[in-house]
């Protein structure tokens, strides 16, 4: 079993603020790590997958940044919107398989 | 394109009882994948898909949990009997792998789940 955390476990923002979270992850043997984000009563989507050390993917106001060397990641939300409140997960991908963090929930408070 | 279908998405039974959950992937996607979410935990992977044989069943409890995938597409999930602890949101995923070279990163695409709760 492989130990993937995030923090923190929930956060609130205001709307508009920007913010930002981390998974981290066993730094040897890195093969690729995914986002998710997954909303109240809908199914999780994919928001990156990042392979290379020093990777970043941006996709509108979300970005993510990846550091295999030291195991870690950072997901960003630039300027947060109510729509944007969400539990984010990430998981560690070794071949097939996907061990995912228990994610960080977000709240944006209009 | 629509996406991973999963029925029903809440369930309610008594102790050992009885369930079976559906999933019916995205169309042409070759591996299926169930996880197991526990309250206030990441999802777990309990089974895999290649086609229709599974590839990982490790984390299956195989005591009293079961699953097929028929013909390669539709799978069903089934616990029998049910235990307080089996309470937990079920996720099917899918994806399209290239078996013979793929590494395994391609996406995997969830349904909404199933959630669970065993009285």
Redesign the interface.
Known sequence: ILN?EQSPQSLHVQEGDSTNFTCSFPSSNF??L?W?RWET??????LF?M?LNGDEKKKGRISATLNTKEGYSYLYIKGSQPEDSATY?C?F???????????TTVTVRA | EAGVVQSPRYKIIEKKQPVAFWCNPISGHNTLYWYRQNLGQGPELLIRYENEEAVDDSQLPKDRFSAERLKGVDSTLKIQPAELGDSAVYLCASSFSRLTSGDGQETQYFGPGTRLLVL
Do not use: D, Q, R
């Not at chain 1, 991908?93 to 994610?103: C, D, P, T």
């Open positions: 993937v093969y690729a995914h998710y009563a809908k199914s999780p989507e994919a997958v392979t997960l998981a991908n070794v071949y097939y398989k996907l061990s995912f963090g228990a994610g």
